[in-house]
């Protein structure tokens, strides 16, 4: 099994940023696709960016030009670096990784961006 452990939440203010970090522990040899979602009150989960072993990234539309989703294979880390943060990026956010067709989640880091 992978386990997974997010850390860098917290609170800042419009315009401001921020940089969770997330890391892997288990089965890591077996880990593919690795990511971030979100959850805001009252709202589904929704994909922020995600970042493959080789380095091939996706982001949500809402995120792109200001996230940036990095990988460190060596670490079994996966970082996301948040610029110019808006109220409506407030939510829980969660690291995801995909492995051996199962997939793994992390409890999830709270950010919170005051206007």
């Known amino acids: 099994q992978v386990q997974l452990v997010e850390s860098g939440g917290g609170l800042v203010q419009a315009g401001g940023s921020l940089r969770l970090s997330c890391a892997a522990s288990?089965?890591?040899?077996?880990?593919?696709?690795m990511g971030w979602y979100r959850q805001a009150p009252g709202k589904q989960r929704e994909l922020v960016a995600t970042?493959?072993?080789?380095?091939?990234?996706n982001y949500a539309d809402s995120v792109k030009g200001r996230f940036t989703i990095s990988r460190d294979n060596a670490k079994n880390e996966v970082y996301l670096q948040m610029n110019a943060l808006k109220p409506e990026d407030t939510a829980v956010y969660y690291c995801?990784?995909?492995?051996?067709?199962?997939?793994?989640w992390g409890q999830g880091t709270q950010v919170t961006v005051s206007s």
């Open positions: 995801y990784a995909t492995y051996a067709a199962r997939s793994a």
């Open positions: 970042i493959t072993r080789g380095g091939n990234t």
């Open positions: 288990g089965t890591i040899f077996l880990i593919n696709l």
